[in-house]
DNA sequence: AAAAAAC
């Protein structure tokens, strides 16, 4: 159920047909229904998933015994002390009632709490009428959208924020966080300011901060949504938006901003906003938001909302430790909700690392991957936006249909478009570079694949989060070559820690040290050489990688020689 | 660490 309401949550046309089978493979109560499959006679009644499927689904083996528990409330109104984030939790765990299955959905999620008198979580969204006075309509939305039970994140999450408390939120990529942020704002703002609300001041209430434009737009189509039967105003911030609010009348009865920073910045500057209003702000893919590049542009907006009952909430499935610092600097009396494992991808996408010796042995691979059955869309990564322009021209020269590309060196006209042939599932193959790593939700995308290796942990988690949204299972291939060997152990661990397996010798490698890292990267380059060699001879190991492996060496005979530029210079 | 993205 849960499943399904996300699925139909989010731009992306969404193929009911196409689900049925999904929900049958995850829902052994489920009855199968041959019926169901036929035309037109699906309905969200139809594939009533249990409760206790959530999002979160410990996979099998990985490192050791995994706990996997929910955490109920917070029975007696204990008192927790916010701590400084790293080692250990505050936690309240209880079991889940659930039997762990071999195959089928793992009943269990966790979810951990940190700070003073959190509120009790809801397990429906009618039990927030009961606690808080939710406007009517906001639920009618709600549920018209196929909003039926909260994820763990809303579940936690809303009540938090409608209590007007400070919030750090880290949940998994694909579990409904930006619902969890939007329906406390609009219930909180009450009605729209342009109407009779005597409470609403002057100037924008709400802001939502994004790293990137299409995550901005996806965010303001969510709220859209919400917002439907009211005269809300909720602004998409462009150039061409902010220029609107230079009349008066337009800026005092705007509601809600969704934004990224540099741009609210920009009009902050030039005087044409006012943010002494704003009530709730939002840092959406916080971590990103925080890092040196939009951290000033950040604190600039932060200290430009001046509102004594400012409520300031920080999102994101991954939150370093010096993310996190500053994030709780930020915020008042926070409390601190994990859902799952900080900086672990959902245990749903299948994980593996295939070895290509060096660059010029991706192309091949990656045509050999895409010359058997695959699910489009797939969604290819690349390290720079040359490297993406010319890697979507040699596919499409090597006859791949339906290729896309997307990166910030494209106007605004063809980013648009190309999320748009995304959504409408035209889009085979979607080339990008990190713009479409965070917060994007494809329904569709079955697999990614990391054709340059990611420069982080977190870089990696938000990409293949990009698949195995809602519930859905997804599949992650990650190409690293003898240069990728210094970073290989640390993506490694994550594969581990998510339930995905891991050949042994990279378990093995030694764990490099910061100093002597660059050091370290010639000898581990040789090391890699020689271990994957190894497992080239090793029957045992990831069959899917060994056949990638033999057709990425036959393609290379008949596939193209010549190399753009772009593509080749990358091995600096 | 390093590129990308933000206007």
């Known amino acids: 159920m849960e499943a399904f309401q996300l699925l139909s949550r989010g731009g992306a046309r969404f193929d009911k047909q196409r689900f049925l089978s999904d929900v049958q493979l995850f829902n052994k109560t489920a009855q199968k229904d041959p019926k169901g499959k036929g035309k037109g006679s699906v309905t969200s009644h139809d594939f009533e998933l249990p409760a206790e499927l959530d999002f979160?689904?410990?996979a099998k083996g990985?490192?050791?015994?995994?706990?996997?528990?929910?955490?109920?409330?917070?029975?007696?109104g204990k008192r927790r002390k916010v701590g400084d984030g790293s080692g250990d939790e505050d936690e309240n765990e209880d079991e889940d009632g659930g039997e762990p299955e071999e195959d089928g959905p793992t009943q269990k999620h966790r979810v951990t709490t940190k700070g003073s008198d959190v509120p009790q979580h809801i397990d429906s969204f009618e039990a927030l009428r009961e606690r808080y006075p939710v406007p009517q309509r906001l639920l009618a939305n709600l549920a018209d959208n196929s909003y039926k039970h909260p994820t763990g994140i809303q579940s936690?999450?809303?009540?938090?924020?409608?209590?007007?408390?400070?919030?750090?939120?880290?949940?998994?990529?694909g579990t409904?966080?930006?619902?969890?942020?939007?329906?406390?704002?609009?219930?909180?703002?009450?009605?729209?300011?342009?109407?009779?609300?005597?409470?609403?001041?002057?100037?924008v209430r709400a802001i939502v901060l994004a790293p990137t434009r299409e995550l901005a737009h996806q965010i303001y189509n969510e709220c859209l949504k919400l917002a439907v039967g009211r005269k809300w105003r909720v602004i998409l911030f462009s150039k061409a938006t902010a220029s609107t609010l230079g009349d008066k009348n337009v800026r005092d009865k705007v509601d809600i901003i969704i934004s990224t920073p540099l741009r609210l910045v920009a009009s902050i500057q030039e005087g044409n906003l006012d943010l002494?209003?704003?009530?709730?702000?939002v840092l959406d893919e916080a971590d990103r938001m925080l890092d040196s590049e939009f951290l000033s542009q950040v604190q600039e907006i932060v200290a430009a909302c001046t509102h004594p009952t400012i409520q300031k909430a920080v999102f994101s499935a991954t939150l370093p430790a010096g993310a996190e610092k500053l994030a709780m600097g930020m915020l008042r009396n926070p409390i601190r909700v994990v859902v799952g494992l900080k900086d672990t991808p959902l245990p749903l996408i299948a994980q593996s690392l295939t070895y290509v010796a060096d660059d010029a042995s991706k192309l091949p691979s990656l045509l050999t991957y895409l010359s058997q059955p695959y699910n489009p869309p797939v969604l290819v990564f690349t390290s720079t936006q040359p490297r993406a322009t010319s890697l979507a021209e040699e596919l499409v020269l090597n006859g791949i249909p339906n290729v896309d590309c997307l990166h910030a060196g494209m106007t605004n006209k063809e980013r648009e478009d190309a999320v748009s042939r995304m959504r409408k599932g035209e889009s085979w193959v979607m080339v990008s570079t990190e713009v479409m790593a965070r917060g994007m939700d494809f329904k569709g995308v079955r697999e990614v694949i990391n054709y340059d290796f990611p420069t982080s942990v977190q870089s990696y988690v938000h990409r293949i989060g990009r698949t195995g949204r809602a519930g859905r299972e997804g599949k992650a291939v990650t190409y690293f070559t003898d240069e990728d060997g210094p970073y290989l152990k640390s993506i490694a661990n994550v594969l581990l820690q998510s339930g995905s397996t891991v050949p042994d010798w990279i378990v093995k490698l030694p764990k490099p040290s910061k100093m002597k890292k660059k050091q370290m990267g010639k000898i581990k380059r040789a090391e890699t050489v020689n271990a994957a060699r190894k497992i080239g001879r090793n029957d045992a190991i990831k069959k899917r990688d060994m056949i990638a492996g033999s057709k990425r060496r036959k393609a290379k005979e008949h596939g193209p020689t010549d190399r753009d530029e772009g593509v080749s210079n990358f091995s600096g």
């Open 56 to 58: 979160f689904k410990y």
């Open 62 to 76: 990985g490192t050791g015994k995994r706990k996997a528990t929910e955490k109920v409330g917070n029975p007696g």
């Open 156 to 173: 936690y999450g809303i009540p938090i924020l409608m209590e007007s408390r400070d919030l750090a939120a880290i949940s998994p990529t």
């Open 176 to 203: 409904g966080k930006t619902l969890s942020y939007l329906l406390p704002i609009m219930s909180n703002l009450g009605s729209p300011a342009s109407g009779s609300n005597s409470d609403a001041g002057v100037g």
């Open 276 to 281: 002494n209003n704003v009530r709730h702000l």
